[in-house]
């Protein structure tokens, strides 16, 4: 990604930068980027460490390794609050991970028809640019606009508290 001056510097000032993209009737998809004033094999460290993503995520309850291996499998649990309702959800994934700079999240099953996540790790400045790029369309008939919503203003908020936490060690 080739950042103008001033998304560089927002992004060296803490700025989490949000791109939206099109995506099915009922789900959303978002890219995030971070700065994270860390080397990326501290950084790599931590978030493969995926008990600890309950403390990043502050809706996920529960991270659990199930399989570990060339593929890890991986079950989460996470609530969130609505307008109206409490939706909880579950998810079995499939983890792949590329050494020290990629890794991929995979549904296998639970609350969503689909998800699919990656996180991308690149050195940057005298720290790490970390870039997640989520697609999802929850079980629970909700309109993409909503989904697309909750994407946009709470994934910067949930990747400042994992920069926070990343960088408590």
């Not at 803490?14 to 890219?31: K, M, R, S």
Request: aromatic content about 14%; some cysteine; overall charge positive.
């Amino acid at each position: 990604m080739v950042w103008s001056q001033e998304k560089q510097s927002l992004l060296m000032q803490g700025e989490i930068l949000v791109q939206p993209q099109p995506y099915t009737a009922w789900g959303g998809a978002v890219t995030a980027w971070m700065y994270v004033p860390l080397v990326r094999s501290h950084v790599w460290q931590q978030l493969t460490d995926y008990p600890r993503w309950v403390q990043y995520f502050p809706d996920v309850t529960k991270s659990e390794v199930l399989q570990r291996g060339e593929v890890k499998r991986l079950y989460q649990a996470a609530q969130k609050a609505f307008l109206f309702f409490t939706a909880q959800v579950e998810i079995y994934l499939n983890v792949a991970e590329e050494l020290g700079q990629k890794i991929q999240f995979r549904l296998e099953k639970g609350s969503f028809h689909d998800f699919n996540a990656n996180l991308e790790l690149k050195d940057y400045s005298s720290g790490t640019l970390l870039t997640y790029t989520v697609q999802a369309t929850p079980t629970i008939p909700i309109p993409s606009i909503f989904i697309q919503q909750a994407m946009n203003f709470e994934l910067p908020t949930n990747m400042r508290k994992m920069r926070q936490v990343l960088c408590k060690g």
